[in-house]
């Protein structure tokens, strides 16, 4: 089994590093393929290029084992559709099964998402909740596709949805940025070769935190 981690990562956390790790655990997957993406659909394009979050990507998982970093939304340029990345990871990996990981809050907005509905058609999705996170109700596209036991997930390639409860630490990518716009350490946050690359590009410096 591969599982799908996209994001922007900008910059890549420890929060991140941390559940993917406790899901590769948990479901025993092969791979966690981290996928930043270029242009998010919902939000404004990050003013780091894509190249150096890579890289911060990069430095952030090297040496964990199962760990890969996948470019193709960066290699194709243009607003990143998860749907797209879906269809040719599925192209690649035929048979497989692929699970995509989202967020709660990435669950709750996914009828926005471009051609939610055929994510399905590619990939189990798995989401991520917080262990006091309340269960939200599932619209009724979702409803059959829901799970209880994990097991099923490797029995087929896709078209299912669970709900793991992860270690989710309070960490987000904005709060760092607004650390290191005003001067601030970052520290215990984000790994130590990714601040060394921050510091030696200078990146963040005098950015507003939503860039």
Not at 39 to 60: C, D, F, G, I
Not at 160 to 167: A, D, R
Not at 202 to 209: E, F, I, S, V
């Amino acid at each position: 089994m591969i599982a799908i981690y996209g994001g922007t990562f900008n910059p890549i956390h420890l929060g991140h590093l941390r559940v993917a790790l406790e899901i590769k655990e948990t479901f025993e997957f092969d791979e966690i393929r981290f996928i930043p993406c270029y242009q998010p659909a919902l939000k404004n394009k990050p003013l780091v290029t894509a190249s150096m979050r890579l890289k911060m990507l990069e430095l952030a998982i090297a040496g964990q084992q199962g760990f890969v970093c996948d470019s193709r939304e960066l290699d194709r340029a243009g607003t990143s559709y998860m749907v797209d990345t879906l269809a040719s990871l599925r192209d690649e990996f035929q048979t497989e099964s692929l699970a995509l990981l989202i967020g709660n809050d990435a669950f709750i907005s996914l009828e926005k998402w471009y051609q939610w509905q055929k994510l399905f058609d590619y990939s189990h999705v798995i989401v991520m909740t917080r262990p006091d996170s309340c269960k939200i109700p599932l619209v009724p596209f979702l409803k059959p596709r829901f799970i209880n036991n994990p097991a099923l997930l490797k029995q087929t390639l896709a078209g299912k949805l669970y709900f793991q409860k992860v270690t989710q630490l309070a960490i987000s990518s904005t709060k760092i940025r607004h650390l290191l716009a005003t001067a601030h350490s970052s520290r215990f946050l984000i790994p130590d070769n990714v601040i060394n690359y921050i510091q030696q590009n200078q990146l963040y410096r005098n950015l507003n935190a939503n860039q």
